[in-house]
């Protein structure tokens, strides 16, 4: 991939690690599943309730990646506490700087428990939320 960090991508806790691992490398829906707990919950910037599992959770994180993980996504800085991690990232979405926070924690087997996203500025949520609406019809209607 051509992304650059601004931070480095290993050196971290275990769990954190595996995240960065599975996004440099792997990125495949199975290794993104063996991350996630079932009874994972994510917090997406723009649906106001929790989306609770890891069917959900697996469709928000792969619209995500398919809508903000393009050459322009990177981490700007991380925040490792071993069972929770916080990473700040940066991509351009449709000539929109793009802002945003990934707050993850781990549950005691190191798998993925929660995940909440915020983003700012404002004009990046409104474009965040009109891509990522697109991205899972799309992936709702099996296109």
């Known amino acids: 991939m051509t992304r650059q960090h601004l931070v480095p991508m290993t ?3 275990p769990n954190l690690q595996r995240w960065f691992d599975w996004m440099e490398s792997d990125h495949s829906p199975e290794g993104l599943s063996g991350q ?5 919950v994510f917090r997406s910037p723009v ?5 609770e599992g890891k069917p959900v959770t697996m469709a928000y994180l ?6 903000l993980g393009g050459d322009t996504f990177r981490y700007v800085r991380v925040f490792d506490c071993g069972d929770k991690a916080v990473l ?10 793009v802002n945003g926070v990934d707050m993850i924690e781990w ?4 798998q993925i428990s929660d995940f909440k996203v915020m983003v700012r500025p404002l004009k990046a949520i409104q474009t965040v939320h009109a891509a990522m609406g697109a991205m899972l019809a799309k992936m709702k209607a099996g296109a």
């Open 36 to 40: 996630l707990a079932d009874d994972v």
């Open 11 to 13: 050196g971290y806790a």
């Open 107 to 110: 549950n005691v087997d190191g």
């Open 88 to 97: 700040e990232f940066e991509c351009v979405m449709d000539g929109i700087q």
């Open 62 to 67: 792969t619209a995500a990646g398919e809508t």
């Open 47 to 51: 649906v106001h309730t929790p989306q």
